[in-house]
């Protein structure tokens, strides 16, 4: 519409851990502030809100919480954002996301919590325009200094995660507006870069409309009979 703003693109980086996701959305950052686009940086975890610091306690093992619930401040905390999150799209600024619902759900449900369990509490959160999956295989992340020292951050568990991820992206690609592009994290960090850079561009064209949500079309709709 002539004299409308154009709205926000919102781009969502995944992968697993040490895949270079914070490098590159560092990367991208910059890339967009200099080609004048508006652009916010967030992370999930959040972890300066107060579900936030309840989820950095437990990621530190300073804690521990039964993993539904632990699974559900995960998603809580994304929905602390969601509403700010529309409101700049909405007013033209660019959202670029270290990590989002995917997370949640390839986490929780690599832990063996049932899949669609772990999927509701994030339904009809805005969906991203594109979701950056950074693929790396376990073995050679781990030979990036080693994994840290949090939960999850061990090999075996990478490997359930990453075919949970490889499964969203399967639900994912081609919902509505909606792209999941795979990326090969295993090139060197410029190269990687100079990949996200041609899939950013060329999506960001092309995003125009309303924000979707995550997955709305799956929800049974309300006062459906049993
Ligand atoms: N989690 C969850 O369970 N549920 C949820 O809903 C959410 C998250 C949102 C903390 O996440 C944990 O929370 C995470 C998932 C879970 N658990 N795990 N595992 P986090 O995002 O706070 O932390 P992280 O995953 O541990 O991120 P990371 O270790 O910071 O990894 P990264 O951001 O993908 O990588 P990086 O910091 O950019 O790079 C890591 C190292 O590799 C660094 O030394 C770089 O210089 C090097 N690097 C990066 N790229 C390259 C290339 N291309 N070549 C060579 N070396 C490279
Ligand atoms: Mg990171």
Redesign the pocket.
Known sequence: MSGSIKRGAFIVIE???????????AKLLVRLQNANIPVKLL???D?TTAIGKT?DSY?RSESDLDDRA??LL??A??WELASSIEESLRSGTTILC????F??IA??AAKGLPYEWCRSPDISLPAPDVTLF?DIPPEEARE??G??Q????KEE??KK?RAMFQRLGKETDGRGQQRWVTID?????D??AEDIWRHVKLFMKGVDGPVERLWEADAAPLNTPP
Do not use: C, W
């Open positions: 992968g697993l851990d040490r895949s270079g996701k914070s490098s590159q959305a992370k999930f975890p972890r989820i990621l632990i699974h995960f998603s905390n994304r270290d990590r989002y619902a997370s949640g986490f929780s950074l990036r200094g994994y840290g949090e939960r999850y951050e568990m990478q995660v994290a295993g090139k060197s960090m190269t990687v």
